[in-house]
C-alpha cells in the first residue's frame, strides 16, 4: 500500500514538473525557433523541387517534426534551468531521479504531439494526404514523441548551465540522424552501405512507423519498428542517469 | 532523575570532504576537508566563513545535490547516502541564487513548490496564503515574479522553500545584497521560524548576521572548520585576545613582520591605512609600539585598543592576508556542545 501510494505520489510529482515547464517554457523564442519553426522549415527546403506525392509528404513532415522537436526540448530546458539556479529545486526535492526525467520527457514529447496535431492538420488540408491508419499514425507520433524526447534529454543531463554548450552538439547528432535515417531518401532508395549505416538510427523506424501508418506500407516489419522505438526510449534514460550523477559529482 | 527520549539531532556530519575532480579547464580541488559538527533539533546554526571557505558546497553536501568525496551525512536520522528519500521531504532549501521560476506569479511559483511537496489542495491554498501574507507579497500575489525587485524574489524564494513546513531549513547566504528592510525582515523570519521549532542551518559571510541570529557558530576557512562554539564563548574564549589599532604615517618594507615580532603580538592585520595587532596584553605591548614608531621614524596618526568582537575572532581565524596567522591557546575550560536554549 505504501509502495503505491509513493509510486502515486511520483507520478503526481513528474506531472506537476511537466506542466510547470509546459507553463514557463512553451512560449520561450529557443524552443519556437528550434522546436516549431526549424521542422518546418527543414522540411519545405527539402521538399521543394521535389517531385513528393501527398502522402508521402505528410509521413515525412511528421517523422520529421515529431524527431527535431520532441528532441529539442531537453537540451533547452534543463540546462537553462540550472543556470537559473531552479533546477536545484526539483534535485532536492522528494522524488526520484527518474521521476524528475520521465517528467522532463513529458515536457518535450507534449510538445512534439502538439507540433506534429498542426503537421499532420498541414499534410491533411493543404498536401490533401490521406492516412492509411489512423490509429496507427496517433501511435506512432506518441511513441516517437517520448522515444526522441528522452533522447533529447541526453543533451540536456550533459552536466553544464549553458544551454548554448550542448545546443551545437544536439542540433549537429540530429542533422546527421535526419540524412542517414530515410526521411530525405527514402530506405528503399538506398544503397546497401547507407541502408546498414541507416539502421542504426531510432529515427529509421520512426519513418518506417509513419509509412505504414500514413501510407500503409514500410521497407521493415511494423513490429520491428514499434519494438526498437520503445527499447531505444528506455535505453536512452541510461545516459542521462549517469550524466545527471556525474553532474552531481561536479558540482553543477 | 527525569528520563528523556533519545534525540536524534537535525544534522550529524562526520568527516565530510569534497574534492571537486579535475575537469578540462581546472584542476580537482579540495573545497571541504574532513569536516565534523552537529547541529541539534531547535538550532539556529550559522555556518560563517569567507568567499570561497566551503560554506556552499558543505550545504549542497547536505541538500543532496551534491555527491561527497567521503564522510558520512544523517538529515534527521537518515543516512543521505541511503535513505536520502525521507529526508530531502522534510528539509527546505534556499539556495545562494533567488530560484523563483519568473515566468510564473508569486502564487503559480508557492502552487509549483506545493504540489512538488504532495500537500493537497486546501493545505497548499491556506499555506500559500498565510506565506505571501507574513511575506509582504499578498498584493503581488498574481504578479510574475520578473516583475519582483531582489528583495521580493528572495522572500518569494524562502516562502517556497518552507511551503511544506520543514523541520530543518537550509539558507545559503540569504541578505546580502537585500536592502536593509527586506534583510531585517528575513531575519525575523528566521527568528520566528525557530521559535516555532524549525531547525535552521544558514551560511552567512556577515559577521554581524551570525552573532544576532544564530544559536552557535561554526567558522570555516578554506574548507576546514577552525572552531564551533556560541556567539559568546566565541567571544569570551578569545577574550585575553584583545587587539590594538595603529596608523602611521607610512609603511615602511617589512613593516608587517617587524610589527609581528612585538612582544605580545600573536598576528598582525592590514585594515584600510590601519594595522591591527593582536596581543594578549596591550600595556606591554604599548610602550614598544612606540619605541617601534620612533626607530622606523614614522609618526603615529590613531592609536585604539579594541574590545574583542566576534569579527575579531573571524578574522583572526580567517583573515588569508595574515599568513604568519597564530591562532591564540584554547583556554581549558571545557567548551559546552550546545547553545542554551
Ligand atoms: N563546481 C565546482 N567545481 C570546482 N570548484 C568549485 C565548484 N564549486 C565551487 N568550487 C570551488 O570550491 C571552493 C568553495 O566554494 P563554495 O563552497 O561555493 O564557497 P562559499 O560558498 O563558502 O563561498 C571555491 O574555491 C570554489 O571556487
Ligand atoms: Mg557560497
Redesign the interface.
Known amino acids: 500500500m505504501k509502495n503505491f501510494s509513493r509510486i502515486s505520489d511520483e507520478f503526481a510529482q513528474a506531472w506537476t514538473v511537466t506542466l510547470k515547464d509546459i507553463k514557463v517554457y512553451y512560449l520561450r523564442p529557443g524552443m519556437i525557433m528550434f522546436g516549431f519553426l526549424m521542422p518546418f522549415f527543414m522540411f519545405f527546403s527539402f521538399s521543394v523541387r521535389r517531385e513528393m506525392a501527398a502522402g508521402e509528404g505528410m509521413s515525412r513532415l511528421l517523422a520529421l517534426t515529431i524527431f527535431f522537436t520532441a528532441a529539442a526540448a531537453g537540451p533547452f530546458i534543463i540546462p537553462t534551468e540550472r543556470r537559473m539556479g531552479t533546477y536545484d529545486r526539483l534535485l532536492a526535492a522528494p522524488m526520484s531521479l527518474i521521476t524528475l526525467l520521465l517528467g522532463k520527457i513529458a515536457v518535450g514529447a507534449f510538445f512534439a504531439i502538439a507540433v506534429a496535431a498542426v503537421a499532420s492538420f498541414v499534410g491533411i488540408v493543404f498536401l490533401n494526404g490521406t492516412v492509411a491508419q489512423p490509429a496507427l499514425m496517433v501511435l506512432g507520433i506518441i511513441m516517437g514523441a517520448f522515444t526522441f524526447s528522452a533522447m533529447g534529454l541526453i543533451f540536456g543531463s550533459i552536466p553544464t548551465s549553458n544551454p548554448g554548450d550542448v545546443q551545437m552538439p544536439s542540433t549537429l547528432i540530429r542533422w546527421v540522424l535526419l540524412f542517414i535515417s530515410g526521411v530525405f531518401i527514402p530506405l528503399a532508395d538506398m544503397s546497401p552501405v547507407a541502408r546498414a549505416v541507416s539502421y542504426i538510427s531510432p529515427l529509421t523506424y520512426a519513418q518506417d512507423l509513419m509509412n505504414h501508418a500514413v501510407l500503409g506500407m514500410g521497407e521493415l516489419n511494423l513490429w520491428l519498428d514499434i519494438i526498437v522505438l520503445f527499447v531505444s526510449g528506455i535505453l536512452f534514460l541510461l545516459p542521462s542517469i549517469k550524466l545527471h550523477k556525474r553532474g552531481r559529482v561536479l558540482g553543477y | 532523575m527525569e528520563t528523556r527520549p533519545i534525540m536524534t539531532n537535525a544534522i550529524e556530519v562526520k568527516n565530510l570532504t569534497k574534492y ?2 579535475a ?1 578540462g579547464s581546472g584542476q580537482a580541488f579540495l573545497a571541504v576537508d574532513k569536516i565534523n559538527f552537529t547541529v541539534e533539533k531547535g538550532e539556529i546554526f550559522g555556518f560563517l566563513g569567507p568567499n570561497g571557505a566551503g560554506k556552499s ?1 558543505t550545504q ?1 553536501m547536505l ?5 561527497p568525496s567521503e564522510g558520512q551525512i544523517r538529515i534527521l536520522g537518515h543516512d543521505l547516502a541511503h535513505d536520502a ?2 529526508a ?2 522534510q ?1 527546505g ?1 534556499v ?10 506569479t508569486a502564487w ?1 511559483n508557492l502552487m ?2 506545493g ?4 500537500m493537497s489542495k486546501d493545505d497548499r491554498n491556506a499555506r500559500a496564503e498565510e506565506l505571501l501574507k507574513i511575506f509582504g507579497l499578498w498584493e503581488k500575489k498574481d504578479v510574475k515574479a520578473e516583475n519582483f525587485s531582489k528583495g521580493m524574489r528572495r522572500r518569494l524564494s524562502i516562502a ?1 522553500a518552507i511551503i511544506h513546513k520543514p523541520a530543518l531549513l537550509f539558507l545559503d547566504e540569504p541578505t546580502p545584497g537585500l536592502d536593509a528592510q527586506s534583510a531585517r525582515a528575513i531575519q525575523k523570519i528566521i527568528r520566528q521560524l525557530s521559535k516555532e521549532g524549525t531547525t535552521v542551518f544558514i551560511t552567512t559571510h556577515q559577521i554581524e548576521e551570525a552573532n544576532q541570529l544564530c544559536d552557535r557558530v561554526a567558522i570555516i576557512n578554506q574548507g576546514k572548520i577552525a572552531v564551533i562554539d556560541t556567539p559568546e564563548k566565541l567571544k569570551q574564549t578569545f577574550q585575553q585576545v584583545q587587539s590594538v589599532e595603529i596608523a602611521f604615517t607610512g609603511t615602511p618594507e617589512g613593516i608587517k613582520e617587524k610589527l609581528t615580532a612585538l612582544p605580545e603580538v600573536s598576528s598582525v592585520i592590514k585594515i584600510g591605512d590601519k594595522w591591527r595587532l593582536y596581543n594578549d596584553a596591550p600595556p606591554i605591548l604599548l610602550p614598544h609600539l612606540v619605541k617601534f614608531a620612533e626607530e622606523e621614524n614614522l609618526s603615529i596618526l590613531s592609536l585604539n585598543t579594541l574590545a574583542p568582537s566576534l569579527e575579531d575572532v573571524f578574522l583572526q581565524i580567517t583573515g588569508q592576508e595574515v599568513g604568519t596567522i597564530k591562532v591564540p591557546p584554547k583556554p581549558n575550560k571545557k567548551r559546552r556542545k550546545g547553545g542554551k536554549r
Open positions: 571537486y575532480p575537469t558546497t549542497r541538500t543532496s545535490l551534491l555527491t528519500y525521507p530531502k521531504g528539509i532549501l539556495p545562494e541564487e533567488s530560484n523563483v521560476y519568473t515566468e510564473l503559480d509549483f513548490t504540489r512538488l511537496y504532495r517556497m
